[in-house]
T-cell receptor
Framework: ETGVTQTPRHLVMGMTNKKSLKCEQH?????MYWYKQSAKKPLELMFV???????ENNSVPSRFSPECPNSSHLFLHLHTLQPEDSALYLC?????????????FGDGTRLSIL | SQKIEQNSEALNIQEGKTATLTCNYT??????LQWYRQDPGRGPVFLLL?????KEKRKERLKVTFDTTLKQSLFHITASQPADSATYLC???????????????FGRGTQLTVWP
């Protein structure tokens, strides 16, 4: 049990579908993150959220849309994805920077685009 | 652009030996550096954090060094065990120092296999 729960664990979708990934943290953290992990590539930071600040990686396509309704929940809305978007999507949480706190990761959603 | 390199994709060692993994970076001066472990099908798990003003950090059988002049961190596992077999990731926080949000950038990782 990592304290960060991601659902679903596996998702198969067609390129025209719309789906959402969900992340919930039970650690009292106030910052949350989305990462993409593709085979043979480093983890790629996609989005960073706190209640005060949001940071986006400008290289992330607009077909990925994050939502952070409160400090415990984070969503990643997906629409019209491409085959190259197949990857492991990881959510993480931490205290805001300044405390040099590590990030706590969920076990990810394995996404496959048909 | 920022670049983080971990010395090799794979490292195989015999049980009981010391495993040494290397992380090199360019074009930045991070305030701290972190090491994570990742098992297949799981998310990364935090192991150690070392700050720019620290030369060495230890936790049980783990030791991390940080040389800001060489822009290098070494990660050691002493008395290695088969259970230490996993992928080890180096990560730098490359956010602006005034930002409240950390932005970790990871190396590709080194897959360590410890054989009996």
């Amino acid at each position: 049990e990592t304290g960060v729960t991601q659902t679903p664990r596996h998702l198969v979708m067609g390129m025209t579908n719309k789906k959402s990934l969900k992340c919930e943290q039970h650690l009292g953290h106030n910052a949350m993150y989305w990462y993409k992990q593709s085979a043979k590539k480093p983890l790629e930071l996609m989005f960073v959220y706190s209640l005060e600040e949001r940071v986006e990686n400008n290289s992330v396509p607009s077909r990925f849309s994050p939502e952070c309704p409160n400090s415990s929940h984070l969503f990643l809305h997906l629409h019209t994805l491409q085959p190259e978007d197949s990857a492991l999507y990881l959510c993480a949480s931490s205290l805001i920077r300044g405390y040099d706190q590590p990030q706590h990761f969920g076990d990810g959603t394995r996404l496959s685009i048909l | 652009s920022q670049k983080i390199e971990q010395n090799s994709e794979a490292l195989n060692i015999q049980e009981g030996k010391t495993a040494t993994l290397t992380c090199n970076y360019t074009n930045y001066s991070p305030a701290y550096l972190q090491w994570y472990r990742q098992d297949p099908g799981r998310g990364p798990v935090f192991l150690l954090l070392i700050r720019e003003n620290e030369k060495e950090k230890r936790k049980e059988r783990l030791k991390v060094t940080f040389d800001t002049t060489l822009k290098q961190s070494l990660f050691h596992i002493t008395a290695s065990q088969p259970a230490d077999s996993a992928t080890y990731l180096c990560a730098l926080d490359l956010a602006d120092r005034g930002s409240t949000l950390g932005r970790l950038y990871f190396g590709r990782g080194t897959q360590l296999t410890v054989w009996p």
